[in-house]
C-alpha cells in the first residue's frame, strides 16, 4: 500500500465515528474475501522488458469514449456524508480535478443534480435494481438527465451481503442523508423503504431495459466468471466491473485479482473489463492492467480521503496513484497500460 494511503487511513480512523469507520471497513461473512482481496495482487510476479525508450510514459485512457487522465476510477460507494460535510460533491470535485471519473451510488447522500452541480469531471450513476422497479428507472431517468456519462448496474447484491463486524450497530444518518436520492420517489406509507430494498429476481433482461430508459451505456458490476461475463455481454452490457463488493457481499468469492483473467478471455475485448478490490498502489493496477483490465476502481482509499482531507486530498489519493503507476510502468518498460505485452503479468512461481 503506497505511504499516502497508509497515512490517510490512520487519520480517517481518528477522525471518522467508530461506528462508521467499522461500516467503511467491514466484510461479510467471516472476512475471507476481505482479506485476501490486496494481497492477491501480490500473487502475481513481473516480467519487465528492457531497453526500452520510456523516457514519457502517459497512462491517459478512454472509457465508453470518455477521455480520462489516467484508469482509476472511483469506486460507487454509499453515504459520503458521514466521512465529509459535502458527501459526493466534494468526491466528484476531487476526482474530477485529478481527471479521473467518479461512479455515484444508488445510496449517495447528496442528490444528483447536485453532485452533477459540483462535478469538475465525468460521472457514472450507480443502480441496484429495487423491488420497485419503478424507483430503479426513475433514478436512472434522473442521472441522465442529470449528465450521468453511463449507469452501473450492480449484479451481485440480490441482498446485502451480512456483516457481523457492524450487525446491530447504529448509524445515525440524517434523515435529509438517508437515501436522498429515493425519498423523493418514495411514497412512504403508500409505498414504504422495502420497495428501495434490491430485488433478488434480477434476470439479464434489465440490462437492455434500464439502457432503454437512459439511454446510456450500462456497465454490469460484480461479475467474477468468464460465462457470467458473456451473458452480461449478450444481454447487451457495455462493460463489466470483475468485483467482489470490497468483501460485502458472498464471502469466500474468488479475490478478484484471481477472477480477472477469466472475465477477460471470455470477453475477448467485445467491451471494456474494470476490476476492483484492495487496489492499493500503482503496481496492483499494473497487475490488473497487465492481466487485460482497462481501468481499475478505487473504493475504501477514497472514503479515507475523504474523511483525512475532504476533495483535495480525494485529488492526491488519485494523482499518487497516477504517478506511482507512471513510475512502475516505465520500470515494467511500457510506456503506457496498452503497451504492456501479455507476458508481462504472470502466476507467482510456486516455491
Ligand atoms: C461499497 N461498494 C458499493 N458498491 C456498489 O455497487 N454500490 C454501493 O452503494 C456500494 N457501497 C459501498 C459502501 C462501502 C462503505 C464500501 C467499502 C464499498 C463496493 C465498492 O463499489 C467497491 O466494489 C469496493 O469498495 C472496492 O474495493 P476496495 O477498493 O474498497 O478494496
Known sequence: MLALLTELRDRARTVLRPEVWEYYEAGSGDEVTLGEAEAAWRDFRLRPRVLRDVSGVDVATSLLGTRLRSPFVVAPMAFHALATPDGECATVRGAGDAGCLTVVSTRASRPLEDVAAAASGPWWFQAYLMRDRGLTEALVRRAAAAGAGAVVLTVDTPHVGRKQRVAGVRID??????LVNLARHLVLGAVGRESAEQDPSMTPDVVARLAEVGGLPVVVKGVLRGDEALRCVEAGAAGVVVSTHGGRQLDRALPSAHALADVVAAVAGRVPVLVDGGIRSGTDALVAL??????????????WALAAGGAAAVTS??????GDLRHVLALAGATSPADLDPGTVVARPRP
Open 173 to 178: 444518518v440524517p434523515d435529509d442523508e438517508y
Open 290 to 303: 497487465g492481466l487485460g483490465a482497462d481501468a481499475v476502481l478505487v473504493g475504501r482509499p477514497v472514503l
Open 317 to 322: 489519493v488519485l494523482e499518487e496513484l497516477a
